[in-house]
């Protein structure tokens, strides 16, 4: 019975892990190999140096750690506020979960849609300013010239599609807190900030660490909402992995970008897994 017991645990994470090895591990390190190779099929850094020395390569790099950086503190403010109020419990939090889950039911590509007429010259945007006679002309908001301005719609974009995906994690941490710690701190004067700060924050530490991997990840991800609110004007490492793959038909020189997005995700977890320990680890 007991040889059962040990053995069952094992036999139920037999499928899942089949799963991940065949479709996810395998064809990412032929994908890896396939950056070490050069065109006739032979090993060399051959690719890897025509990658560096690509003209986009920089410009790609910059753009998804610069919309990295910006729009991880966003959303996490947004979505912290957001599960504050669906953990408060107030009068129709059903219908607000509705409202801010609804981006979820979305996809990448379908939400740059959106956004993007919202911010064409003749979009809603400037249409509801110039309706109320804040601007005169239409605003050009996706402009290749003016690159932060179009950052910024990006950011939007983004915040609103993929915040609900922290929103969810951060819920399922409050409502794992007791009411007693939160009550407490209440009757012996503490604020909003002083609890968030001094009881939610310690306490949400795991599902912190949860949301900040998953969506650093993604956000290293990001193509569809930059290809449709910015087309050429901007370009991340996932459209230029895309682009060698599909329009110059260089699996090597995709591959390699694939590999660059990789590592930069690996490295990016370990990095947040080092700064947001959570209890156990801390202790070890």
Do not use: C, H
């Not at 645990?9 to 950056?35: E, K, R, W």
């Not at 009068?91 to 993007?116: C, D, N, Q, R």
């Not at 609110?229 to 992995?241: H, I, P, S, V």
């Not at 110059?248 to 700064?275: C, E, P």
């Amino acid at each position: 019975m007991t040889k059962r017991r040990r053995v069952a645990p094992y036999l139920l994470l037999f499928p899942s892990a089949a799963f991940l090895i065949f479709f996810f591990a395998i064809p990412m390190l032929q994908s890896f190999a396939l950056g070490f190779q050069d065109r006739d099929g032979n090993w060399s850094l051959d690719t890897f140096s025509r990658m560096l020395s690509d003209p986009n390569f920089l410009s790609a790099l910059q753009t998804t750690l610069i919309l990295l950086i910006l729009v991880i503190p966003i959303q996490f403010v947004l979505a912290m506020a957001m599960a504050l109020i669906i953990n408060k419990r107030l009068k129709g939090t059903s219908l607000w979960l509705y409202v801010f889950a609804l981006p979820l039911a979305i996809s990448e590509l379908a939400a740059g849609l959106v956004w993007l007429s919202i911010f064409t010259q003749r979009g809603w945007l400037n249409s509801v300013l110039q309706s109320l006679g804040i601007i005169d002309v239409p605003i050009t908001w996706l402009s290749a010239e003016n690159q932060w301005l179009l950052i910024g719609t990006i950011l939007v974009a983004e915040a609103w599609r993929a915040t609900s995906i922290i929103m969810i994690i951060l819920v399922a941490g409050l409502q794992s807190i007791p009411d007693e710690y939160l009550e407490a701190a209440e009757v012996y004067g503490a604020s909003l900030w002083q609890r968030v700060r001094r009881v939610i924050l310690p306490m949400l530490r795991p599902s912190l660490q949860v949301a900040l991997i998953l969506r650093v990840i993604l956000a290293i991800q990001v193509f569809a909402t930059v290809v449709t609110l910015a087309g050429t004007a901007l370009t991340t490492m996932a459209n230029e992995a895309f682009t060698w793959a599909t329009e110059i038909l260089d699996d090597n020189m995709a591959a390699a970008y694939a590999s660059v997005i990789l590592l930069l995700s690996i490295v990016s977890t370990i990095a947040v897994l080092w700064l947001l320990p959570v209890k156990d680890e801390q202790q070890a």
